[in-house]
């Protein structure tokens, strides 16, 4: 690993106290290394003496394209990094690769559009001036399930805002987002930007600390786990500085009685399979009618039967291991604490691409608790409500039963957590009628994708899922405060003069 530091990459040597693994076959490659102490230093320094990016905003959207066409010539590159460091298949990293370029592409639009400056008019005729102005140094800290992309969309909008950017990826998996930040650093240098623009560091928790807790970091963006967020948040609550935080959900599927049965299988197959089960809107509760539970359960883990799961580098791959066998372990005991009984979809490792596995295996599929930190994905029936109301963040679910939708509803907000809700119903406007029930942030009616209905749509976190809305449009204004000007003309009501 290497770190980017006022214009100078050099090569990271700290531990942070994990040792890294090939996702696919479990060989252990050697600790995670983290930047130093001195180098984290050193970045908020220079970023604090750049103070802010003064460049006219067409200008610097400008630049941000030049970085989108330098990101997308390097995304092949990049999604195959993730998919290995990851062990998310490349036919998933793939698609969400046009994340990388399009998120600093629709940052120079919106630049455009002059969303930043606004002018309104005063009774008196004057008129007053709101510039959307960049906080100063900021901090953009991404987790370890699709870290680039996740990198893409902060950098780029806190770029495009004009702020000194410091990018931290998680020890587990960064990379791919290495990759990504070469190739910005390549145009920024090339549109000679200050050097200080854009750092990057590596670490784990403790570095994290250190970048968010100086007060010279003026902002936060964060997505990751509800411990490190509320770490986060206490420590920019010293500085009263803002915060964005998504930090994950328990997500529910509602399958209303008229659903089309093969409809709701395959969402919730999707939702409990995408990027191996491992990111924040997948399925935590399915909720179906009473008595079609083992019916649903059934259809749902015949079809994950048929997904191909193996190397996550090889393009036929549907479902890959998880990140790392501490974190398989983690998943597995929570499963086991739901209670409950505990189906598991009879899936098998095709071996053939593997490197490491044996040679009499090849070309042929062994069970899936073989090499690697391959998981059947599971469904959970018979637990208590009260004991599945936490995140997973893993290929398992439970599955509750309801007698009236006013139950499902209930069911679907019985937890703290309000990020994604699903909907499955053949009525489209009852189904909707539903959604609209259902505290989440985003409630998608017979869909199961990864994307957001809409682009520019925000994409909000209630409860514990996290703090100030993330979005196209709303994370480029995070990064920005306002200043109000005008001329009044006018004084205040106690002076007689």
């Known amino acids: 690993m290497n770190d980017l530091v ?11 106290g994990v040792e890294l693994e090939d996702p696919a076959t479990g060989r252990v490659l050697g600790p995670a290394l983290g930047s130093s102490v001195e180098n984290v230093s050193a970045a908020i320094a220079a970023a604090d003496d ?15 394209d030049s970085i989108a066409a330098e990101v997308q010539a390097a995304a092949g590159e990049i999604v195959l990094l993730e998919a290995r460091s990851t062990g998310v298949p490349i036919r998933q990293t793939t698609p969400l690769g046009m994340i990388l370029s399009g998120a600093f592409a629709l940052a120079a639009a919106q630049l455009r559009t002059g969303v930043l400056t606004s002018t309104t008019t005063r ?18 800290l991404v987790p370890w399930n699709a870290p680039a992309p996740m990198a893409a969309h902060k950098v780029a909008n806190a ?3 004009g702020c000194p950017t410091i990018l931290k990826p998680s020890e587990y998996a960064s990379s791919g987002t290495e990759r990504l930040a070469v190739a910005i650093d390549t145009a920024l240098r090339a549109a000679g930007a ?6 990057l560091l590596h670490g784990g928790a403790a570095t994290g600390a250190h970048l968010v807790g100086d007060a010279r970091i003026r902002a936060v963006s964060f997505t990751g786990g509800l411990a490190g967020g509320r770490a986060v948040a206490s420590a920019c609550a010293y500085d009263i500085k803002p915060v964005q935080l998504e930090l994950g959900g328990n997500n529910p599927l509602i399958v209303l009685p008229d659903a089309d049965e093969a409809v709701a299988v395959r969402a919730a197959a999707d939702l409990l399979t995408t990027l191996n089960g491992q990111w924040c809107r997948a399925l935590g509760r399915l909720i179906v009618p009473a008595g079609r539970e083992q019916a ?10 048929g997904l191909r799961a193996g190397d996550p580098a090889d393009p036929a791959t549907d479902y890959g291991p998880l990140i790392h066998s501490g974190h398989r372990a983690a998943v597995e005991k929570a499963r086991d604490g739901l209670g409950g009984t505990v189906h ?38 018979g637990a208590d409500p009260a004991r599945t109301t936490e995140e997973i963040f893993g290929p398992v679910a439970a599955v509750h039963g309801y007698r009236t939708v006013g139950e499902a509803i209930a069911l679907a907000n019985g937890t703290r957590y309000g990020l994604e809700g699903y909907v499955i119903g053949a009525d489209e406007a009852a189904a909707v009628r539903v959604a609209r029930r259902v505290r989440a942030g985003e409630v998608k009616v017979n869909g199961s994708s990864i994307m957001s209905l809409h682009l520019f749509t925000p994409r909000p976190a209630w409860g514990i899922s996290g703090y100030s809305t993330e979005g196209t449009a709303e994370t480029l204004l995070f990064f920005t405060n306002p200043r109000v000007v005008g001329v009044e003309n006018g004084f205040a009501l106690h002076n007689r003069s």
């Open 123 to 140: 009774e008196d005729g004057n008129q007053v001036l709101v510039e959307r102005l960049p906080w100063g140094p900021v901090a953009c």
């Open 194 to 199: 200050p050097p200080a623009l854009f750092q």
């Open 296 to 305: 649903i359960v059934d259809g749902v883990l015949d079809r994950i039967a």
């Open 159 to 161: 770029l495009a805002a």
């Open 344 to 381: 598991t979809a009879k899936l098998a490792v095709h071996t053939a691409t593997l490197a490491g596995h044996t040679a009499t295996l090849a070309g042929h599929t062994a069970e899936l608790a073989g090499a690697g930190n391959f998981l059947a994905p599971a469904l959970v029936t």
């Open 50 to 64: 750049l103070g802010s990016w003064d460049l006219p905003a067409a200008d610097r959207a400008d630049i941000l």
């Open 6 to 16: 006022n214009g100078v990459w050099s090569a990271c040597g700290t531990p942070v």
